[in-house]
């Protein structure tokens, strides 16, 4: 038998996306429309691979398939009541090409096959006894696979069952009426590990706990009346079970209000949303509402919130708990706090917490950046959104300093040198903000900030491309025409945005870690070798220049330091200083120049940052706390 429509084609338009729970759901559905009291799902597969295997029989002891019955099911969108859609038997030949129905009804039994082809198949016989019941049987699933072995995994079909049906369910065993439902699985080749083992579970609605209520009014353009229907019951030795939704049509829309993952185990907790606003509206195959998508927001809002008010209503001790997760969230993102919904912090996912509190932050940047004039309020609220975002930068800076200090001697000196600036990249002063998160010289100095130019790994040639000067190449040998050497960084800075007037420079040298006492001397001669190229300069046109190089320390380089003149300064680790004398040219004997250079350890330089980091970050979180303070006073 089949539809009086082309039924696969109406399938791929009404249930595309739907999921296999839908051929229960929706097989349930009609047992409770035929007044069933008993419904049994029986599923068998050989081996979770094999979905050849796999069939499903669900039997009812409804009033079966009568004359109308038969005729309601034979035609789409011919329905009972406006609660139905007259769609969902199309949910079974999403999966299944072949459904064979058997149903009694009085002495008359019905047999018929649900599929595709043309053939109006119904057989009627007669039967010597009275009966009622409809059996199912779906074969030759249509899929390549089952997407999760939980669609056939008894204990979680009831709770995806009791979740979709609750509001029914519970209107029910309120009305006096009787329902109990059995599924089992039955697996030739188990599968353990998957749960995937001979296994059943009972059901009656008689166990469905009395539901407490909540009311809320939320004024929008209209009042929306939203009603909260809840239960929290402890199961001792028992996984915790959270069945959370929007109610409508007697069904529901799965929405998770809080993360079971943060609920205390061993607890059973049902949140049912109604409104009047929602009957009516969900889409013909009831997995979402057609309802404004405004409207839809601010009700799983509301929604999370008197979740979240029953829950530390009735479980004081969890308070502890999510005021821990709130101590963290404002130490991690102190740029949020004032964002962060504080109610419903540690009930709900942590990233949705931080995702909420981030779109709220940046509509505050863009109404502070769109507004054409700032009266005194706004000017107010720029300022705090600038110390939001100096504050969120400073936490980027934090988590570089970190991976700074998680560098060994195993890796290379590239790994610290592309943190710092990424190798053969060039930064200037136009693009500065663009490029505030891709270079960080800041390790360095705050100063070093005030860049005109950063240029990472680059032959001096190009740099003297860069300065606007040309070498006169004292120190090439063998008909050379152009300088050697690559300085890890050069920082230039010039009051000309094109560098074409007078310059500072700061020349950087990175050695890894781990390397011996030969290799640490070398980063002496590789600077004083940069010298000797750039200072033919001075001071016509770099008037000021210094040079840093940063390496691992240990004893004997210290020693050797010392020896040769250096002086230890203030830092936080090792940092010495000395004035190294150079000889510009080779030719003339009598041009010495003497250049500052600085060597210091990784420790200095990481806890140097890192002191002046937490200044910063100290400065700005008073500041945002006295923002919210003064904002609370005035509200």
């Given at each position: 038998?089949?539809?009086?429509?082309?039924?696969?084609?109406?399938?791929?338009?009404?249930?595309?996306?739907?999921?296999?729970?839908?051929?229960?759901?929706?097989?349930?559905?009609?047992?409770?429309?035929?007044?069933?009291?008993?419904?049994?799902?029986?599923?068998?597969?050989?081996?979770?691979?094999?979905?050849?295997?796999?069939?499903?029989?669900?039997?009812?002891?409804?009033?079966?398939?009568?004359?109308?019955?038969?005729?309601?099911?034979?035609?789409?969108?011919?329905?009972?009541?406006?609660?139905?859609?007259?769609?969902?038997?199309?949910?079974?030949?999403?999966?299944?090409?072949?459904?064979?129905?058997?149903?009694?009804?009085?002495?008359?039994?019905?047999?018929?096959?649900?599929?595709?082809?043309?053939?109006?198949?119904?057989?009627?016989?007669?039967?010597?006894?009275?009966?009622?019941?409809?059996?199912?049987?779906?074969?030759?699933?249509?899929?390549?696979?089952?997407?999760?072995?939980?669609?056939?995994?008894?204990?979680?079909?009831?709770?995806?069952?009791?979740?979709?049906?609750?509001?029914?369910?519970?209107?029910?065993?309120?009305?006096?009426?009787?329902?109990?439902?059995?599924?089992?699985?039955?697996?030739?080749?188990?599968?353990?590990?998957?749960?995937?083992?001979?296994?059943?579970?009972?059901?009656?609605?008689?166990?469905?706990?009395?539901?407490?209520?909540?009311?809320?009014?939320?004024?929008?353009?209209?009042?929306?009346?939203?009603?909260?229907?809840?239960?929290?019951?402890?199961?001792?030795?028992?996984?915790?079970?959270?069945?959370?939704?929007?109610?409508?049509?007697?069904?529901?829309?799965?929405?998770?209000?809080?993360?079971?993952?943060n609920l205390p185990a061993e607890y059973e907790m049902v949140f049912l949303l109604e409104s009047e606003l929602f009957e009516?509206?969900?889409?013909?195959?009831?997995?979402?509402?057609?309802?404004?998508?405004?409207?839809?927001?601010?009700?799983?809002?509301?929604?999370?919130?008197?979740?979240?008010?029953?829950?530390?209503?009735?479980?004081?001790?969890?308070?502890?708990?999510?005021?821990?997760?709130?101590?963290?969230?404002?130490?991690?993102?102190?740029?949020?706090?004032?964002?962060?919904?504080?109610?419903?912090?540690?009930?709900?996912?942590?990233?949705?917490?931080?995702?909420?509190?981030?779109?709220?932050?940046?509509?505050?940047?863009?109404?502070?950046?769109?507004?054409?004039?700032?009266?005194?309020?706004?000017?107010?609220?720029?300022?705090?959104?600038?110390?939001?975002?100096?504050?969120?930068?400073?936490?980027?800076?934090?988590?570089i300093i970190e991976k700074l200090k998680s560098i060994t001697p195993s890796d290379k000196e590239s790994s610290i040198h592309?943190?710092?600036?990424?190798?053969?990249?060039?930064?200037?002063?136009?693009?500065?903000?663009?490029?505030?998160?891709?270079?960080?010289?800041?390790?360095?100095?705050?100063?070093?900030?005030?860049?005109?130019?950063?240029?990472?790994?680059?032959?001096?040639?190009?740099?003297?491309?860069?300065?606007?000067?040309?070498?006169?190449?004292?120190?090439?040998?063998?008909?050379?025409?152009?300088?050697?050497?690559?300085?890890?960084?050069?920082?230039?800075?010039?009051?000309?945005?094109?560098?074409?007037?007078?310059?500072?420079?700061?020349?950087?040298?990175?050695?890894?870690?781990?390397?011996?006492?030969?290799?640490?001397?070398?980063?002496?001669?590789?600077?004083?070798?940069?010298?000797?190229?750039?200072?033919?300069?001075?001071?016509?046109?770099?008037?000021?220049?210094?040079?840093?190089?940063?390496?691992?320390?240990?004893?004997?380089?210290?020693?050797?330091?010392?020896?040769?003149?250096?002086?230890?300064?203030?830092?936080?680790?090792?940092?010495?200083?000395?004035?190294?004398?150079?000889?510009?040219?080779?030719?003339?004997?009598?041009?010495?120049?003497?250049?500052?250079?600085?060597?210091?350890?990784?420790?200095?330089?990481?806890?140097?940052?890192?002191?002046?980091?937490?200044?910063?970050?100290?400065?700005?979180?008073?500041?945002?706390?006295?923002?919210?303070?003064?904002?609370?006073?005035?509200?």
């Amino acid at each position: 038998m089949r539809l009086n429509v082309v039924t696969n084609k109406a399938a791929q338009l009404f249930f595309s996306n739907t999921s296999l729970q839908y051929v229960y759901y929706e097989a349930i559905a009609n047992a409770i429309d035929a007044h069933a009291t008993k419904i049994e799902i029986n599923i068998n597969i050989d081996k979770f691979s094999d979905v050849s295997t796999f069939n499903i029989a669900i039997k009812d002891n409804g009033d079966g398939f009568t004359d109308e019955n038969f005729d309601r099911f034979r035609s789409l969108l011919a329905v009972a009541d406006e609660s139905h859609k007259g769609l969902g038997r199309l949910v079974y030949i999403t999966y299944f090409n072949k459904i064979k129905i058997e149903s009694a009804y009085g002495k008359k039994k019905r047999k018929f096959v649900f599929d595709n082809s043309d053939d109006d198949n119904c057989e009627i016989i007669d039967i010597e006894e009275s009966k009622h019941y409809t059996l199912l049987k779906f074969e030759n699933y249509n899929k390549t696979r089952i997407y999760d072995s939980k669609f056939i995994i008894p204990y979680e079909i009831k709770e995806d069952i009791l979740r979709h049906f609750y509001p029914s369910f519970f209107q029910m065993k309120k009305d006096g009426k009787q329902l109990e439902i059995l599924i089992s699985l039955e697996v030739a080749s188990p599968e353990p590990e998957k749960g995937l083992v001979d296994s059943s579970v009972e059901f009656n609605i008689s166990e469905i706990p009395e539901l407490e209520k909540k009311e809320m009014e939320v004024q929008q353009d209209f009042f929306a009346k939203y009603t909260l229907l809840y239960s929290i019951k402890q199961t001792l030795g028992m996984p915790t079970v959270l069945i959370s939704a929007l109610c409508s049509d007697g069904r529901t829309i799965a929405y998770n209000a809080v993360s079971k993952n943060n609920l205390p185990a061993e607890y059973e907790m049902v949140f049912l949303l109604e409104s009047e606003l929602f009957e009516g509206k969900t889409n013909p195959n009831r997995e979402s509402l057609d309802v404004d998508e405004e409207l839809l927001k601010s009700a799983k809002k509301a929604f999370t919130k008197m979740v979240a008010d029953v829950i530390r209503e009735k479980l004081p001790e969890i308070a502890s708990h999510n005021k821990k997760i709130q101590d963290s969230l404002h130490k991690k993102f102190p740029h949020l706090v004032g964002y962060f919904e504080e109610d419903t912090i540690g009930l709900i996912d942590k990233d949705s917490t931080i995702y909420d509190a981030q779109v709220k932050f940046f509509n505050e940047q863009r109404k502070t950046l769109e507004a054409d004039k700032l009266d005194d309020k706004q000017y107010e609220l720029s300022l705090n959104v600038a110390s939001r975002v100096l504050t969120e930068y400073i936490l980027y800076r934090t988590k570089i300093i970190e991976k700074l200090k998680s560098i060994t001697p195993s890796d290379k000196e590239s790994s610290i040198h592309n943190i710092i600036a990424p190798k053969t990249s060039k930064f200037t002063v136009s693009k500065k903000i663009n490029d505030i998160y891709n270079n960080n010289v800041w390790v360095l100095d705050d100063k070093y900030m005030a860049y005109s130019k950063i240029l990472s790994d680059k032959e001096l040639e190009d740099i003297y491309g860069e300065i606007h000067v040309k070498g006169s190449l004292p120190y090439a040998e063998n008909g050379e025409k152009k300088e050697s050497g690559r300085p890890d960084l050069t920082i230039v800075f010039s009051d000309a945005p094109e560098c074409e007037g007078k310059i500072d420079v700061v020349i950087v040298e990175l050695k890894r870690l781990g390397i011996d006492l030969a290799k640490r001397e070398e980063i002496i001669s590789q600077l004083k070798q940069r010298a000797r190229r750039l200072m033919e300069f001075y001071p016509d046109k770099i008037q000021r220049i210094w040079f840093y190089g940063v390496i691992d320390f240990d004893k004997e380089f210290k020693s050797s330091l010392i020896e040769n003149g250096y002086k230890k300064i203030f830092s936080f680790g090792e940092n010495y200083y000395n004035k190294e004398h150079i000889i510009v040219d080779p030719d003339n004997i009598d041009n010495v120049q003497d250049i500052d250079v600085f060597i210091l350890d990784y420790k200095a330089l990481l806890e140097d940052a890192e002191k002046r980091n937490s200044t910063f970050l100290d400065i700005l979180k008073t500041s945002i706390q006295n923002s919210i303070k003064k904002e609370s006073e005035n509200s």
